[in-house]
Antibody, heavy 118, light 108 residues
């Protein structure tokens, strides 16, 4: 059974750094694109970026390029989303996603709520 | 960049109704169009991909169609479990994934 299990909720202050994680299991982790989707409170879905773990090829949405870093550790089948300096506007739910064969996201993690507040 | 616009933003319907949600692209796109369902407090769930292919386990009352700039998601007979928000999503060949803004299906 394919599963994407994300790390728990985080409460941070503006300017702090953060890394959230997503462990993929039940499939060949290195052979599927894995990435992140943001959802601000009461708002729609925004694609942030994807990585292909086999070769670390990474694609970012222009809206998120330079704002976050996506990485993966194949040895522990885990993907990461990292911020170096959080802003209040980063407060959102973040979903880990696996991309299927045709550009669609066939599996989703349960979500990680990130709250940034002074 | 291609923009995806859904209509309506909110839809009020009754159990048993036939419901249609439209997703329009700002320019002609190949059939890389997917639909997702999201219930409050839950992660989205893939319903349909490649415009009309039903994801495994999704009830057959859901269907997708369309081409070029206009795509639709149809629920043939709305069930209580279907009240949710629906999103379309396009994948472009230059590695950009774009979601529509969502359509909330409410109880009438």
């Amino acid at each position: 059974e394919v599963q994407l299990v994300q790390s728990g909720a985080e409460v941070k202050k503006p300017g702090e750094s953060l890394e959230i994680s997503c462990k993929g299991s039940g499939y060949s982790f290195t052979n599927y694109w894995i990435g992140w989707v943001r959802q601000k409170p009461g708002k729609g879905l925004e694609w942030m970026g994807l990585m292909y773990p086999a070769d670390s090829d990474t694609r970012y949405s222009p809206s998120f390029q330079g704002q976050v870093t996506i990485s993966a550790d194949k040895s522990i089948i885990t993907a990461y989303l990292q911020w170096s300096s959080l802003k209040a506007s980063d407060t959102a739910m973040y979903y880990c996603v696996r991309q299927g064969a045709g550009g669609y996201f066939d599996y989703w993690g349960q979500g990680t709520l990130v709250t940034v507040s002074s | 960049d291609i923009q995806m616009t859904q209509s309506p933003s909110t839809l009020s319907a009754s159990v048993g109704d036939r419901v249609t949600i439209t997703c329009r692209a700002s320019q002609s796109i190949p059939s890389w169009l997917a639909w997702y369902q999201q219930k409050p407090g839950k992660a989205p769930k893939l319903l349909i991909y490649k415009t009309s292919t039903l994801q495994s386990g999704v009830p057959s009352r859901f269907s997708g169609s369309g081409s070029e700039t206009e795509f639709t998601l149809t629920i043939s007979s709305l069930q209580p479990d279907d009240f949710a928000t629906y999103y379309c999503q396009h994948y472009s060949s230059n590695s950009l994934w774009t979601f529509g803004q969502g359509t909330k299906v409410e109880i009438k």
